[in-house]
């Protein structure tokens, strides 16, 4: 079973920056989209942002538009999330996610914190 793992996250001040990283254990893994999605406490999961493998297409969520900017590297199956002007709204568990052609999220990392202080 492929993993993912989360790095990048930290403690920072409002307005900063952070670049986070993700990456899969197989590098010949065959994803077709990867995105990262993240739990505020005592919230649910939400999406931030995807990047299809095949198209380059990106998405993100209305409340990161203009701020985060989602890249991949496919040759080593890395994802990154580079998140500019943070706000505390923005502080929470951030979660890297895959899924191969047809099918779901069904690959995740354990999450890496982000902390964005007022």
């Known amino acids: 079973q492929v993993q993912l793992m989360e790095s990048g996250g930290a403690l920072v001040q409002t307005g900063g920056s952070l670049r986070l990283s993700c990456v899969a254990s197989d590098r010949t893994f065959n994803f077709h989209e990867m995105a990262w999605f993240r739990q505020a406490p005592g919230k649910e999961r939400e999406f931030v942002a995807s990047i299809n493998w095949d198209s380059g297409s990106t998405n993100y969520a209305d409340e990161v538009k203009g701020r985060f900017t989602i890249s991949g590297d496919t040759g080593k199956n890395m994802e990154f999330l580079q998140m500019n002007s943070l706000k505390p709204e923005d502080t929470a568990v951030y979660f890297c996610?895959?899924?191969?052609?047809?099918?779901?999220?069904?690959?995740w990392g354990q999450g890496t914190q982000v902390t964005v202080s007022s």
């Open positions: 996610a895959g899924r191969r052609f047809g099918g779901k999220f069904d690959y």
